[in-house]
T-cell receptor, first 114, second 113 residues
Framework: DVKVTQSSRYLVKRTGEKVFLECVQD?????MFWYRQDPGLGLRLIYFSYDVKMKEKGDIPEGYSVSREKKERFSLILESASTNQTSMYLC?????????????FGPGTRLTVL | AQSVTQLDSQVPVFEEAPVELRCNYS??????LFWYVQYPNQGLQLLLKYLSGSTLVESINGFEAEFNKSQTSFHLRKPSVHISDTAEYFC???????????FGPGTRLSVLP
């Protein structure tokens, strides 16, 4: 059974804290993605990675950074958390094959910044 | 670049009634189309996808969607919904030669007893 796991389901942090969200996939996928999900806005792409040590900005990268040191792991970092980063964060992975490669999602991390 | 519109943010429907969730997209290139479902407190799961061939695609739990190129639509339908279909549904598009998805804002389907 293919799996994308995220380190926490729920997280509460204080403004200004450094926050790490971890994502691990066991499908040997090249591509990994971080989205945030907010009501009425759907999923918005924060960062993605096509390979180890590679990263590309998505649509809303401000306030975030990422790290991909190993193929199976993709970390999202909030250097100094702010209340407007309270959201649901979803990680996804997909195979590199161009075309019909669907994305597989983790269960999400609901982050609250106080 | 692509974009996806889901005009209905919420759709309440009674159990065993039919439902249609609308999805329209825009793209300057050929695309693949997807519907994902998100049950409460879970991540997204693929429901069905259109890649090529027959424009009507079906899922294992009775949903179907039809790709209409001239209207740039990919509406999702089910002839008789169950309480367990209550979830949020996302339409997504991906360029044939790209790696990234573009998701719509989602439609929350509430099935009432």
């Amino acid at each position: 059974d293919v799996k994308v796991t995220q380190s926490s389901r729920y997280l509460v942090k204080r403004t200004g804290e450094k926050v790490f969200l971890e994502c691990v996939q066991d499908m040997d996928h090249e591509n990994m993605f971080w989205y945030r999900q907010d009501p009425g806005l759907g999923l918005r792409l924060i960062y993605f990675s096509y390979d180890v040590k590679m990263k590309e900005k998505g649509d809303i990268p401000e306030g975030y950074s990422v790290s991909r040191e190993k193929k199976e792991r993709f970390s999202l970092i909030l250097e100094s958390a702010s209340t407007n980063q309270t959201s649901m964060y979803l990680c996804a992975s997909s195979a590199r094959l161009a075309g019909n490669n669907e994305q597989f999602f983790g269960p999400g991390t609901r982050l609250t910044v106080l | 670049a692509q974009s996806v519109t889901q005009l209905d943010s919420q759709v309440p429907v009674f159990e065993e009634a039919p439902v249609e969730l609308r999805c329209n997209y825009s793209s300057s290139v050929s695309v693949y189309l997807f519907w994902y479902v998100q049950y409460p407190n879970q991540g997204l799961q693929l429901l069905l996808k259109y890649l090529s061939g027959s424009t009507l695609v079906e899922s294992i739990n009775g949903f179907e969607a039809e790709f209409n190129k001239s209207q740039t639509s990919f509406h999702l339908r089910k002839p008789s919904v169950h309480i367990s279909d209550t979830a949020e549904y996302f339409c997504a598009v991906k360029g044939r030669y790209g790696q990234n998805f573009v998701f719509g804002p989602g439609t929350r389907l509430s099935v009432l007893p």
